[in-house]
């Protein structure tokens, strides 16, 4: 069982900046591909980024290419979430989800297995 915590929401001003964490205990994130979701009430999930565990290669949903990056710290067991400029589109549930199946990664809701808790975004001045 894989136990994801996410971290760093929180209140910003629109083209502010967060940078989110996702994080476990007992296993290596790194075996595993992740993926980064939100959720805006009203709305379905959706897949804003996810990194590869085979070669790290990372995708991004349209909306969000330029000014979120998605990473590894290897050294924290940690998978982060940059973004910057964010705007009030951007508000909502951040979630992280593992998947080690494959080894490639994608935005897809369905092939992730073991997802956090969330942690809330706000854009707001």
């Known amino acids: 069982q894989l136990q994801l915590v996410e971290s760093g929401g929180g209140l910003v001003q629109p083209g502010g900046s967060l940078r989110l964490s996702c994080t476990t205990s007992g296993s290596t994130l790194n075996d595993y591909a992740i993926g980064w979701f939100r959720q805006a009430p009203g709305k379905e999930r959706e897949g804003v980024a996810c990194i590869s565990s085979s070669d790290n290669s990372s995708w991004y949903h349209n909306s969000v290419k330029g000014r979120f990056t998605v990473g590894r710290d290897n050294t924290k067991n940690t998978v982060y979430l940059r973004m910057n400029s964010l705007n009030p589109e951007d508000a909502a549930v951040y979630y992280c989800?593992?998947?080690?199946?494959?080894?490639?990664?994608?935005?897809?809701?369905?092939?992730?297995?073991?997802w956090g808790q969330g942690t809330q975004v706000t854009v707001s001045s």
């Open positions: 989800a593992a998947e080690g199946l494959f080894t490639g990664c994608g935005l897809d809701v369905g092939p992730y297995v073991w």
